[in-house]
């Protein structure tokens, strides 16, 4: 019994064609990076750079300072890619680093996204106004001053119960309603003009979204809804100006949209 468990530590072994007992010496498995070096024809780079970066101007420093003829930089709606190329004739790199960007929303943003194009609630309103209040550029196409959207919120606030809802000459919505203190009537604008960063990576870059409001009496209040009807476009060229202001700041770098 015990010389079975000792032969269960010894190297295991076998016997050829002529007797010859054959011990096998190592199952060792070589490290990645040895292996790949053994079957390539060229050394390998050991110097591997694979980062991610989030601000867009460090990430424009790092591409800067570590690029090559070579590298080259691909991009989506989603992701910037830094493909760096320190092959050699003497030492190959085949691809394996890479600097990547992902362009990351910010909560206001989000925030935001939530309450468009879709059913909200009176309080959901009132909520929106104030916590987006320092976006706010524009009521019914017109500059809009701080007072202006605290003075909505507040009446909307206010309000215990919704009489009717008519439109003016100027399109805007005239709320004839019961407040804490009696009986009043105030404007709510129509079109509501919003300008915020979409992104992250650079909060200097902003996006103006224009909404057009809908207003549901129901119930002694009303439902609203913020219809945004360029939203995915005006997405999609803030897109195209962030990676065009990184590709100007990568100089001498190609670029490829994927």
Known sequence: ????????????????????????????VEKPKEHRQKFFAYPIARNVIQQNIVDKHDFIKFINEYKTKATK???????????????TAQEADHGDSYCKMALERTKDFKEFMQH?????????????????E???????????????????????????NINSIQRNTQQAFIVDAEIRTGHSSYVIPRYIAFKLPVFKNDLKLEAKFETELFLDAMDGGFEVKLSCYRLEQTIEETVKEFTANVKNGCEGVESFMI
């Open 116 to 132: 468009i194009n879709t059913s909200i609630t009176q309080k959901q309103f009132i909520h929106l106004l104030k916590r987006m």
């Open 134 to 160: 320092p976006y706010i550029v524009e009521f019914d196409r017109k500059a809009t001053e701080d007072m202006d959207i605290i003075e909505v919120a507040e009446h909307l606030h206010a309000t215990k």
């Open 1 to 28: 019994m015990i010389d079975k468990i000792f032969s269960f530590f010894q190297k295991p072994t076998e016997t050829d064609a002529n007797g010859n007992i054959l011990q096998h010496i190592s199952y060792n």
């Open 73 to 87: 930089i691909f991009f989506d709606e989603q992701v910037i890619t830094a493909v760096f190329n320190y092959s």
